[in-house]
C-alpha cells in the first residue's frame, strides 16, 4: 500500500497542472466557460501558486538551514585550538639584544 505522498512524488505521475487541464476538458460544461476556467487558473491562479511557493521555500531555506550554519561554522573557529606554528619556532634563532658599539 502507497501513501498518498509516494505517489505525488513518483516522476511518471501526472502533474497537478496537466490534471487540471483534463478536468476542465472532460467538464460538461459550455465551451466559453470551460476557456475562461481554463485561463483563470492556468494564467492566474499557478503562477501565483508557484510564486508564493518559491518565497516560502527560500524564506526557509534562508532562514532555518543557511544563515543558521553559517553563524554555527563561524563560532565553531573561534573554539579552535591556538596552535603554533612548529617549523617557524625550530627554524628562528634566539634573538639578542642589539649592543651599542663603541
Known sequence: MQHTCD?????????ASCRIQRRVAAASAPRAVKEAVATAVMGLAIPLARKDDFARSLQHALLFWQIPAFLLTGLLVFAL????HPARSQA?????PLRPTP
Not at 92 to 96: L, Q
Open 7 to 15: 505517489i505525488q512524488n513518483h516522476p511518471a505521475a501526472v502533474p
Open 92 to 96: 628562528e634563532p634566539e634573538r639578542t
Open 81 to 84: 585550538p591556538k596552535v603554533g
